[in-house]
């Protein structure tokens, strides 16, 4: 039987506030534990939550940037349920009114196709605190300074059909996050969490299959494994017959395996209710048409310029807008010439990133670096070949491209005079060379000019303009003829 | 409306409330009494009437983000059952 | 010195009668030597009560010293004070010490105020006897074969036996009012939202509001001037100007309109408080008012929204209390579910277990529609009758008057066996609550009772922020009777 897979991703997306959703205290990554949990976060008796402005209005931006609808008015509500990294035993969350209503996220799947992922709704909500499994004598570790990080929940759609869409969509909005600047994006600190609900179902059968949710992926690569060991095993389940369990799972990237969380899923009654502690949050016009003004670019706007301005490819275009950081990059490296900026940015400089495990932000070698090498590539004073060497100088600190070349005695020669006496040189000490060029039937002396060329860049330490010594010497040879 | 033992037993697990067959037992028969009181509601007619969470008509306010709080950890955790390297202990969390 | 109001310690400490230091050791000797009687001391803070005594006779010599500079006072055990165990009444607080003070403590603490210590209450604030306290319940000073009413007994005893001139309290669905009531004293309930709930144990988040217990209108007048603030730490407090609450108690009442709503006087009230309560309405009209009968028909109704609304919040609220980063914790745990179930079975009383249950279930699906939906919306029409009654177009009336208690106080063990008729003790009190209305009890009267002679209860109820009126009113009653004046057998 031919099965149809559908997929519908929960993100958890931190914002990026100095403070907390309800509470004074920092969110600053990495602190010792419990240093950034304050009486409010700790549930001590008698606290009181207030919240926070810019939380709210980091979620009104992302709101616009998904063309969603906004809620002029919200109400926080509790959802009841205990467990060690959730002091006050319930969680402060956005149930029937969310900030952001119905919107949508298109995404590029390469070769000019595209899809709309609806998205349901997405709410504002405190983050949990964490426990740590290393053991003290057969306990665990309470770390609440994560607790009551604001966070905006995104729920899509069941739109997505396949790990490729899905991750296409995970990608999508860490671009948008990060690009209206709500979000550091940091996956591996947590910053985005997703859970991917996933069914499967017979090609052409109307009714959704019974569907599983694996929790807290924090990479696009262990989601596409997790969503391919998910569709694989409810296959494998219903071609034996079996039938599937709606439950939540755990997807161990280590080992490759998922298991069920039962243990989280007995008695699931969350107790909904407004939040008396709170008042509902209500906001006008004025208050949207504000925060429409201090919106970014757009990923989307940013590619469909770059394709307008730097007659970049779709796909080119795609890559380098996906997030602002690159974008910047990218748009400072292009000053001389786009298209050269793009091929540096996507292969030398992302590949030195990879290798060095270094985001765009933290490159040594800058767009405006960048830029000036490819400037002294485009005027002449270094060939392709001794870009490389330039870009590596850079990359170690030795300086801007100018230093560089410098430092390492790169120039190019380019000065007609000293060619033409390179040329005549070799031409002179290789008669026999000469000789076999004459010799050679007109159509194919191209494939000899080879052997002139590599002497006459050795004998200029590989400093010669190529092209120049390859005009200078076809009109040698041509005299000699 | 009246409640039995079976069902207090599930509000004790959603509550975390340790409770013996006795006390569940009794728990429900005062609580089906306290209900009986409560299902004078349903008389009431509410139709078109907008469910009401506070007395008054007021909206939240919003904090400025701006770090107000710092470290008390030492303070706080003076008051704690129990911890360790600046975390508090509970029995093994297993997910 | 402890049959002074507030009003006259004021004048004794500026005309240097006497130091706040000797005020102080007056009430501490007082309360070592008595309340063995009364139970109303959870804990006593005698030592930094002299220190901040010694520290308010300084700022009084340099003069410019706020009113309350230097007058001992109690506080609730419900608000949180810096170092100074704070139980709400629970074994699950028991060995509790804040790192923080609640703004109301704040408030007094910055006027110069001195704590004398922290009052016995029903545990978490729920119940109306305060017989559910883990501390032991407080003895009515008028009998102390009764209770003192509830949640906040230990603070209406402590003013009844003149261990403290005013407390702090709490009241939720009655809290104040009912014990006032019981034990002949003036207590006041502000709107809610005028007095910040921040540091305050939450019971029911929608309904708490803090307020003084006095002896006297004027005594709580000055009381409230210095607990009501704004609070940017409190959502749901209110910006709204405080005014000075002496400033209008000399007006008259000429002119005043008071409802008297005829569900207040029906089955189930006393006889002996009806005829007091009338005889107070005979007072009012000499003073000026006029009468006005009025209706709350949804007034039966709000005993039953209650006990979803409060247990519902409260169900909530009380889920902090698991056992991890303070308070009681069970003995080796033996999985966290262990911890979680005996620390709170062990923590918690059987009362507070009653509500978070019932809470539970009118939160739960299939019942939340039928519970605690239905409950909101009962609450609006019940605030719906109040907004009526005070506006011009209908009613059109300033106050309204009735009964604070339907009885006067009761045995011990009397109600607290029947869970139901304990919570029909606050069926006049409840719906004010629900509304967020101002609302205040004074003494109108002592009746003869199977107890004994016991104080009855008289409950005027304004409009939203008008607590200059209520104290007004009260006031303006308390100048030409002598209830207030009334004290416990014994005590002089």
């Known amino acids: 039987m031919e099965w149809e897979t559908v997929i519908g991703l929960e993100v958890h997306v931190q914002l990026n506030t100095a403070t907390k959703i309800f509470s004074g205290a920092s969110t600053a990554f990495g602190a010792e534990p419990n240093t950034q949990a304050c009486a409010i976060d700790l549930a001590m008796p008698g606290t009181l939550p207030v919240v926070n402005a810019e939380a709210y209005r980091k979620a009104v931006m992302f709101g616009l940037a998904i063309d969603a609808g906004i809620a002029k008015r919200s109400v926080f509500d509790r959802k009841n349920y205990f467990y060690p990294d959730l002091p006050k035993g319930y969680q402060t969350t956005q149930l029937d009114i969310p900030i952001v209503g119905p919107g949508h996220i298109d995404l590029q799947l390469g070769e000019g196709k595209t899809k709309r992922v609806r998205i349901h709704h997405a709410h504002l909500e405190e983050d949990a605190g964490k426990s740590l499994h290393e053991d003290f004598h057969g306990m665990s570790g309470i770390d609440l300074n994560r607790a009551g990080t604001p966070l905006i929940e995104v729920v899509s759609e069941p739109d997505m059909n396949n790990s490729v869409e899905a991750v296409a969509f995970a990608k999508q909005l860490h671009s948008i996050v990060t690009s209206i600047g709500i979000c550091d994006g940091k996956m591996a600190q947590g910053s985005m969490r997703f859970d991917v609900n996933i069914s499967v179902r017979p090609k052409g059968q109307e009714e959704l299959g019974t569907r599983t949710e694996t929790k807290n992926l924090n990479s696009f690569k262990f989601m596409e494994e997790a969503i391919a060991l998910e569709v694989e095993r409810q296959i494998d389940i219903l071609e034996d017959g079996g039938s599937i369990a709606q439950e939540t799972r755990l997807y161990n990237s280590d080992a490759k395996t998922s298991k069920s969380m039962r243990s989280k899923e007995e008695a699931n009654d969350y107790r909904y209710f407004p939040c008396p502690d709170l008042l509902p949050v209500e906001i006008d016009d004025d208050f949207i048409e504000a925060v429409r003004k201090q919106l970014p670019e757009l990923p ?102 100018d230093a560089v070349i410098e430092k390492r005695g790169l120039k190019q020669v380019s000065d007609t005079g000293a060619l033409e006496g390179m040329v005549d040189a070799v031409l002179a000490a290789n008669a026999a060379m000469v000789e076999d060029y004459k010799n050679t039937d007109e159509s194919k002396r191209k494939k000899k000019l080879g052997g002139f060329m590599g002497q006459i860049m050795k004998a200029s330490k590989g400093q010669a303009n190529p092209q120049m010594i390859n005009q200078i010497l076809m009109k040698k040879l041509n005299e000699l003829v | 409306m009246a409640v039995d033992r079976s069902e207090i037993e599930k509000l004790a697990v959603l509550a975390r409330i340790e409770m013996t067959d006795e006390a569940a037992e009794q728990v429900a028969s005062s609580i089906s009494d306290v209900l009986k009181l409560v299902d004078q509601l349903q008389a009431a007619d509410t139709d078109g009437v907008a469910p009401m969470a506070h007395p008054m008509d007021a909206v939240q306010r919003l904090r400025l983000d701006e770090v107000s709080e710092s470290d008390q950890r030492e303070k706080f955790q003076a008051i704690a059952p129990a911890t360790e390297n600046g975390l508090y202990l509970v029995p093994k969390v297993i997910d | 010195m402890h049959n002074k109001t507030i009003a006259e310690l004021i004048q004794g400490l500026r005309n240097k009668e006497f130091t706040s230091r000797e005020l102080t050791q007056h009430y501490l000797d007082r309360i070592e030597r008595l309340d063995s009687n009364y139970n109303s001391f959870i804990t006593v803070t005698k030592d930094s009560a002299l220190a901040q005594a010694d520290a308010a006779d300084q700022r009084l010599a340099a003069g410019e010293a706020p009113d309350l500079c230097g007058i001992p006072i109690a506080h609730k055990d419900i608000f949180c004070t810096d170092g100074v165990r704070t139980s709400c009444g629970s074994k699950m607080l028991e060995n509790f010490v804040p790192p923080y003070n609640a703004t109301v403590v704040e408030n007094y603490l910055a006027q110069g105020a001195v704590m004398l210590g922290k009052t016995n209450m029903d545990e978490f604030a729920m119940g109306s006897s305060n017989e559910t306290s883990y501390f032991g319940a407080v003895k009515n000073p008028w009998n102390t074969d009764c209770v003192p009413g509830g949640s906040s007994g230990g603070s209406a005893a402590c003013v009844a036996a003149q261990l403290a001139p005013a407390a702090t309290a709490t009241d939720t669905g009655g809290s104040i009012r009912q014990p006032a009531a019981l034990c002949g004293l003036t207590g006041l309930k502000p709107t809610y939202g005028r007095v910040s709930r921040w540091g305050m144990i939450a019971f029911a988040s929608s ?286």
Not at chain 1, 337 to 351: F, T
Not at chain 1, 381 to 387: H, M, N, P, Y
Not at chain 3, 303 to 329: K, Q
């Open chain 3, 207 to 492: 309904l708490d509001q803090a307020g003084p217990m006095t002896r006297t209108a004027e005594d709580a007048a000055i009381m409230l001037n210095a607990m009501a603030s704004f609070d940017s730490k409190d959502s749901t407090c209110i910006e709204h100007d405080v005014p000075d609450y002496t400033a209008e108690l000399n007006n008259s009442l000429d002119g005043l309109t008071i409802g008297v709503p005829a569900e207040y006087f029906g089955e189930g009230l006393n006889p002996a408080i009806a005829t007091a309560v009338n005889a107070a309405i005979e007072t009012y009209k000499k003073l000026g008012a006029t009468i006005k009968e009025i209706t709350l028909p949804h007034t039966d109704l709000s005993v039953p929204a209650y006990y979803v609304i409060a247990p519902a919040e409260c169900s909530a609220n009380l889920s902090r209390f698991d056992g991890v980063r303070y308070g009681h914790r069970c003995e080796d745990p033996k999985d966290l579910n262990d911890l979680y179930c005996r620390s709170r079975a062990e923590g918690f009383g059987d009362e507070v277990k009653r509500r978070i249950l019932v809470g539970a279930y009118a939160l739960s699906s299939g019942y939340y529609d039928a519970y605690y939906s239905k409950a909101q919306k009962v609450r609006r029409l019940i605030k719906q009758d109040f907004v009526d009654a005070f506006d011009p177009a209908k009613a059109g009336v300033d106050i309204i008057l009735g009964p604070t208690t339907p009885d006067p106080a009761f045995a011990f063990g009397a109600k607290s066996a029947d869970p139901v008729a304990m919570y029909l003790e606050d069926i006049y009190t409840i719906a004010t609550n629900l509304a967020g209305l101002p609302a205040m009890s004074l003494p109108c009267g002592l009746i003869e009772s199977e107890n004994g002679e016991l104080p009855v209860g008289l409950q005027l109820i304004g409009n939203y922020f008008d607590e200059a009126r209520l104290l007004n009113v009260a006031h303006q009653f308390q100048q030409v009777t002598d209830f207030h004046q009334h004290t416990p057998p014994g005590i002089a």
């Open chain 1, 300 to 401: 989307a706007e940013r590619q469909a310029r770059f394709v307008d301005t730097y007659k970049l490819s779709e796909y080119d275009a795609s890559l380098l807008s996906a997030s602002a950081d690159l974008a910047h990059f990218f748009e400072a490296a292009a000053s001389s010439d786009a298209k050269l900026a793009a091929n540096w940015v996507m292969g030398e400089v992302s590949a030195r990133l990879n290798a060095d495990d270094k985001a765009i932000a933290e490159s040594p070698v800058t767009g405006d670096m960048l830029g000036d090498m490819i400037a002294r590539l485009k005027d002449n004073t270094i060939s392709s070949k001794q870009a490389k060497q330039v870009f590596e100088g850079m990359w170690k600190g030795e300086g801007n491209a």
